[in-house]
């Protein structure tokens, strides 16, 4: 909760601050950016990459709306005691027992998100953005079970978790970067996005945090405001 809290501080700070500091002309009205993720989640020892894309309008200088959309896929380990059998497991096999199995998966996950993002146009050739993270995940999972898991769950008289598994939830985090400008229409965007969410409720007890990292190209056009602007 403390580091929500900073991070909270922070937005309130950027929105103070962004719309003093909106320095730049000559301001594009859409930006697609596209480019390569990369995300882990450090509880499910998970890593994943692929794909990311978004689509943006700037409404002011210091403020843009966009869409938000990525693929990633990748493989990780479940440990027991993130499960929802950790303690009957436990009590069958002794204390600390859970914390020796470990399973492995391979996962394909996809983002979606909408909302604002903040921007610090205080230098021509580099512009900063924060943006709070609000949307949903959908996270397909394949389970591969060791074989010395079906004995323990048949003494705990317990059915085994399906080995294929799919969820979707809502999220919410924070994320920021900054935009190398290398000519109007055409800057490299280096970006970072903490998330939090509780995918497979069913199965894993605590809720998941996510970093994710993109880099890619970003592609402007149109004016803001004035009698150029596209629509």
């Given at each position: 909760?403390?580091l929500?809290?900073v991070?909270?501080l ?9 719309p003093?500091l ?5 301001i ?6 596209t ?7 450090p ?15 700037t409404?002011?200088p210091?403020l ?21 059998y ?9 204390p600390g027992a859970a ?19 903040f ?11 924060i ?8 996270e397909?999972a ?9 004995p ?15 969820d ?18 055409v800057?490299?965007r ?8 509780h995918?497979f409720s ?12 993109s880099?890619?190209p ?9 009698e150029h602007?596209?629509?």
């Amino acid at each position: 909760m403390k580091l929500i809290r900073v991070l909270l501080l922070i937005i309130f700070v950027a929105l103070l601050c962004l719309p003093i500091l909106a320095q730049q002309s000559d301001i594009n009205r859409y930006t697609l950016f596209t480019g390569f993720d990369y995300m882990v989640s450090p509880a499910r020892n998970l890593t994943e990459r692929g794909f990311e894309s978004d689509f943006g309008i700037t409404a002011k200088p210091w403020l843009g709306l966009g869409v938000d959309v990525g693929i990633i896929t990748g493989a990780g380990t479940i440990t027991g005691t993130e499960t929802v059998y950790a303690t009957p497991v436990n009590r069958l096999l002794g204390p600390g027992a859970a914390a020796s199995l470990h399973v492995p998966f391979n996962s394909t996950t996809y983002t979606f998100a909408a909302g604002p993002q903040f921007y610090l146009r205080k230098w021509e050739k580099i512009t900063f953005l924060i943006r709070p993270g609000f949307g949903g995940m959908h996270e397909s999972a394949d389970i591969t079970f060791p074989a010395g898991l079906a004995p323990i769950f048949q003494a705990l008289q317990l059915a085994p978790p399906n080995a294929h598994q799919n969820d979707t939830q809502l999220f919410f985090g924070l994320g920021g970067g900054f935009d190398v400008n290398v000519t109007r229409a055409v800057g490299v965007r280096f970006a970072a996005d903490w998330v939090n969410t509780h995918l497979f409720s069913n199965l894993l007890v605590p809720r998941q945090n996510y970093v994710r990292f993109s880099i890619g190209p970003t592609f402007r056009w149109g004016h803001l405001g004035g009698e150029h602007s596209m629509h």
